[in-house]
């Protein structure tokens, strides 16, 4: 069965970095387009970013542009994100999700069960 | 960016209730319509894409409508495992947009 594990969550000071990892497992990795997905305590959903199947083309929020790079290891099948500058208002639990199509924005047919990333000094 | 709009954002219904939450997008996204529910500390679950599409494994009592800018999803006979959080999500174009929730409470 199709299973993505995020890890590489926690509490942050403004300014820091951090990496998530998004482990898949279950089918084709290296077919898949792959998101994050972000969702501040008690509010909606915030698409993050993707990155194709290959890892040739990659796209971000602009509210992360510049902060956030995206990165897959097809031979391993994870996913990573990496969260440079952090500010609060990236205060947050993300998911990692994959696409059911070709495209760049979903829908998301199977997603893990998020980690919670706390920016805060 | 597209915005998406739902209504409306909270509900109270009864088990058995036919249920009708709303999706309205800024601009036409032809059919590129998703709905998920999610429930408290769990991930969302994709339950309809392509506006009407029932993704598999999800109960019939679910059913989506809608092309252009204008959507509907349907719960014909709310169960009491439906008591949930459903957002709506463009995909027609990048960034994909989500709506901002609606909860759907016991009465």
């Known amino acids: 069965q199709v299973q993505l594990v995020e890890s590489g969550g926690g509490v942050v000071q403004p300014g820091r970095s951090l990496r998530l990892s998004c482990a898949a497992s279950?089918?084709?990795?290296?077919?898949?387009?792959m998101h994050w997905v972000r969702q501040a305590p008690g509010k909606g959903l915030e698409w993050v970013a993707v990155?194709?199947?290959?890892?040739?083309?990659?796209y971000f929020a602009d509210s992360v542009k510049g902060r956030f790079t995206l990165s897959r290891d097809n031979s391993e099948n994870t996913l990573y994100l990496q969260m440079d500058s952090l500010r609060a208002e990236d205060t947050a639990v993300y998911f990692c999700?994959?696409?059911?199509?070709?495209?760049?924005?979903?829908?998301?047919?199977?997603w893990g069960q998020g980690t919670l990333v706390t920016v805060s000094s | 960016d597209i915005q998406m709009t739902q209504s409306p954002s909270s509900l109270s219904a009864s088990v058995g209730d036919r249920v009708t939450i709303t999706c309205r997008a800024s601009?036409?996204?032809?059919?590129?319509l998703n709905w998920y529910q999610q429930k408290p500390g769990k991930a969302p679950k994709l339950l309809i894409y392509?506006?009407?599409t029932l993704q598999s494994g999800v109960p019939s009592r679910f059913s989506g409508s809608g092309f252009g800018t204008d959507f509907t999803l349907t719960i014909s006979s709310l169960q009491p495992e439906d008591f949930a959080t459903y957002f709506c999500?463009?995909?027609?174009?990048?960034?994909?947009?989500f709506g901002q929730g609606t909860k759907v409470e016991i009465k």
């Open positions: 999700a994959r696409a059911l199509s070709v495209g760049d924005s979903g829908p998301f047919d199977y």
């Open positions: 279950g089918f084709s990795f290296s077919s898949y387009g």
């Open positions: 990155i194709w199947y290959d890892g040739s083309n990659k």
């Open positions: 601009q036409s996204i032809t059919s590129y």
């Open positions: 392509a506006a009407s």
């Open positions: 999500q463009q995909s027609y174009r990048t960034p994909p947009t």
